[in-house]
């Protein structure tokens, strides 16, 4: 933006109006223009060209978990891609793009303290959120860091045509495993995964007996697995564990809508019967490992045995909140992004 440019006043935000308990209602959210004051000196601003929608933002809604609750009144709190459009700060070089808690805003004005780390400049700022973000990078912690596959392991990935699942099933292949298996919620979802990203069998969840399919397509039984779902998907995998199977805990979406939680699996035994271990894990953990992970990915992608998709939804910061639904209506495939600017 040059100096003749009349900086903007306003800050299009979506801000937490109340506590979702149970599926997120339209009413959790509020749409606010917010004043943009005058850039101070030692200040920076910055707009927001992409939001990474992300199912833990659901957690950060209703309560505090491994961070604290997101205050009543405030923009929803969110990773995002933003470039600095003004700069009263040396720090920061007008045009220069940071990977950073944007929040579900336009615009973020930075004091020396911004949370986040400049990007490449030749990085897609979409792909900064997905397979080279903390999407990509948690299927690297999960897979490289927790899952200890060996070669010729099954594997089996759930949520697996998601942003995080998608990569993990891949990276096992690249480390050595023998088969991958995926589970997803559509017909279209598992011929993507199988056709594309080179997974050997899938499960459609919705339309298939979970428990019976797993047994069918794992017949030695599962070495390894990596689960983003939960619940009764969960429950399945425990009942086909090899023996001393890793089950390595990224999520489990499947509740994270519930009002009250799930009764847990009824078979952990199986945990005894197997020597399995099962083990969770979060990103921020390998928070100083991320360029380390960023670059092997890129690695893998450069030598096309990691492929990547993410989905761009237009619109505007506003159509953060139905597009963040697709998540757990499992309308996405791959990563879900919003782009802010330009709107459409
Ligand atoms: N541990 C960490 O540090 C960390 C970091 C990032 C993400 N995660 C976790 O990783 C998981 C995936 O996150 P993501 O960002 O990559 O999202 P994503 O997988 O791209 O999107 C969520 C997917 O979950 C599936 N899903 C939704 N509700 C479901 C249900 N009731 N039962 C089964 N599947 C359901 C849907 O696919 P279908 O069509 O297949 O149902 C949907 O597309 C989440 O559990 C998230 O919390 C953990």
Redesign the pocket.
């Known amino acids: 933006m040059d100096d003749a440019t009349p900086l903007p006043t306003v800050n299009r935000q979506v801000l937490l109006a109340q506590r979702p308990h149970g599926p997120v209602a339209p009413e959790c959210f509020e749409h606010a223009q917010t004043p943009l004051p005058p850039l101070q000196d030692g200040q920076a601003l910055l707009r927001v060209l992409y939001v990474s929608l992300?199912?833990?933002i659901r957690g950060w809604m209703e309560s505090d978990t491994y961070l604290p609750a997101i205050p009543i009144g405030d923009p929803i709190r969110s990773g995002g891609v933003a470039e600095v459009i003004a700069s009263r700060n040396d720090a920061f070089a007008v045009g220069s793009r940071y990977f950073a808690m944007t929040n579900w805003q336009e615009y973020v004005v930075a004091d020396a303290d911004l949370m986040g780390s400049p990007l490449p400049p030749d990085l897609d700022p979409v792909e900064a959120l997905g397979v080279y973000g903390?999407?990509g990078i948690?299927a690297w912690a999960?897979m490289t860091q927790v899952a200890d596959v060996q070669e010729g392991d099954t594997v089996l990935v759930?949520?697996?045509?998601?942003?995080?699942?998608s990569v993990a099933g891949q990276i096992a292949r690249i480390l050595g495993a023998g088969r991958v298996v995926g589970i997803?919620?559509?017909d279209a979802?598992c011929a993507w995964i199988t056709g594309e990203l080179g997974f050997d069998a899938a499960v459609n969840?919705r339309t298939e007996d979970i428990d019976a399919r797993i047994g069918e397509l794992c017949p030695d039984g599962v070495d390894v697995f990596f689960d983003?779902?939960g619940?009764d998907?969960l429950e399945a995998a425990l009942n086909h564990l090899a023996l001393g199977a890793r089950v390595v805990l990224?999520?489990?979406?499947?509740g994270y809508n519930d009002a009250e939680p799930a009764p847990g699996p009824r078979n952990l035994m199986q945990l005894v019967v197997q020597r399995a271990r099962m083990e969770?894990?979060?990103?921020?953990d390998y928070l100083d490992r991320f360029p380390e992970a960023a670059l092997q990915l890129a690695v893998w992608v450069a030598e096309g045995r990691l492929r990547h998709r993410e989905e761009v939804v237009t619109g505007g910061i506003e159509v953060a909140p139905r597009a963040f639904d697709r998540?757990?209506t499992?309308e996405?495939m791959?990563?879900?992004v919003v782009q802010v600017w330009p709107r459409d």
């Open positions: 992300d199912p833990t903390t999407t948690t999960g759930s949520g697996a045509a998601g942003g995080t699942g997803a919620g559509t979802k969840y983003n779902v619940g998907t990224c999520g489990a979406i499947s969770g894990f979060l990103v921020l998540l757990f499992g996405n791959g990563k879900l």
